[in-house]
């Protein structure tokens, strides 16, 4: 059988196709960090383990699906299939890149149209919970919190003959490393960057701020100040119906203060951000969120998103008056900080440089950028 590429691999999940896994990583790793979906299976069974015999572990696996085997990187999935083959299991293959290419895919779902007849795409990281976009006017684009793999929308951008001429991060990431700079470079067009997250960032940059329109086309994408995940954090207005939270808001959740070490400091602006800025808006706006934490925060094709209206109702981190209350509830339920934060802030600020595997390296596990 031919191998399971990542990229259907999402499909057969977005299509609510049963998929069987098994993980042959360390259980460690595999309880941290692994597929979910909701017609996912999975079963952990460590490849040393299968090098110690497979009989048993034949036993567990299921005779009436296809079994998929999943490791860290695509080789010890191989060798995990070699074994099982031999004992006997026919239909069996592995999922391509294992984890690492699982972390790394991006599915691009268009979500609505400007009001000049473009189009916004949310490109949906599954493996780590990121959301960024594409927003696009009369042939000119502008993408919002790019993950490192800026040949991804590159492409896209190439395949449909358009332009890109506006580049932004609405924070300075700490969970994924940022290609913003290189798709500006690449693509000479301007970065924009909130100014008061400039923490001695090494780089140049227009500063992304309450008054300052970017336009691509027939298109205005108005900056709205809303500190408290960090305190730059901006989210974007776009046509009057559009509002991308960056990581203060999401569909089930809130964005955690901490993860510059200022907690205490910054909860106030998250709560004056979520329980004041935001409700001075129009309750039509669509949300878009920059994250997910969970696969039921998904729609039916797999996109992210909700009205604001909606949020306000059905978000009960939305709904707790009293302000004691609030910092608790935060402050209790801080998740652990994602794997080489501090040193992928530093390379998001242009004082590190880690080569591409590095990289990957920094970006192994889950999403933590919610409260829990």
């Known amino acids: 059988m031919k191998p399971l ?12 196709e049963e998929v069987f896994l098994l993980d042959v990583r360390k259980l460690d790793d595999y309880e941290d960090w692994s597929v979910d979906g909701e017609t996912v299976r999975s079963m952990n069974i460590p490849y040393n383990e299968l090098e110690n015999g497979v009989e048993d ?5 299921p005779t009436d699906k296809i079994i998929y085997v999943m490791c860290a990187k695509g080789v010890s999935s191989q060798k995990a299939v070699s074994l099982l083959k031999e004992a006997g299991i026919d239909q069996i293959t592995y999922v391509e890149g294992g984890m690492t290419a699982w972390s790394e895919h991006l599915e691009p779902i268009q979500i609505g149209e400007t ?35 800026a040949d991804v929308y590159e492409d896209f951008v190439r395949h449909n003959g358009w332009t890109i001429k506006v580049v932004v991060d609405t924070h300075l990431h700490a969970d994924h490393i940022s290609g913003g700079r290189q798709l500006a470079e690449d693509s000479n067009a301007e970065y924009w960057f909130p100014s008061k997250d400039d923490e001695g960032v090494q780089f140049d940059y227009q500063p992304l701020e309450d008054g300052n329109i970017l336009k691509i086309g027939d298109t205005e994408i108005k900056p709205i100040y809303t500190p408290g995940h960090t305190i ?31 907690a205490k400091d910054w909860v106030g602006d998250l709560r004056n951000t979520l329980y004041e800025r935001y409700k001075r808006l129009s309750d039509d706006l669509t949300v878009l969120p920059s994250h997910f934490g969970e696969m039921d925060e998904m729609n039916e094709d797999g996109s992210v998103h909700s009205q604001l209206s909606t949020l ?6 939305l709904n707790i008056e009293d302000p004691d209350k609030f910092n608790h ?25 880690p080569d591409p595997e590095e990289q990957q390296e920094m970006e192994v596990g889950p999403n933590r950028c919610a409260i829990s």
Do not use: W
């Not at 590429?5 to 609510?16: A, D, F, G, P, R």
């Not at 572990?57 to 696996?61: A, E």
């Open 329 to 353: 509830m935060v402050s209790d339920n801080l998740p652990p900080q994602p794997n080489s934060h501090e040193q992928i802030r530093k390379t998001n600020m242009g004082q590190k440089s």
């Open 57 to 61: 572990v034949k036993l567990k696996l």
């Open 115 to 149: 009001k000049s007849g473009g189009s916004i795409h949310q490109f949906v990281r599954i493996g780590k919970g990121c959301l960024s976009y594409l927003i696009e006017s009369n042939g000119e684009v502008a993408i919002i919190d790019s993950n490192r793999m």
């Open 232 to 262: 730059g954090s901006t989210s974007l207005i776009v046509d009057d119906d559009y509002l991308l939270t960056g990581d203060i808001l999401f569909v089930d959740s809130i964005g955690r203060p901490d993860l510059a070490g200022k």
């Open 312 to 317: 306000y109702k059905e978000n009960e981190r």
């Open 5 to 16: 590429t990542v990229k259907e691999l999402v499909q057969k999940i977005l299509n609510k």
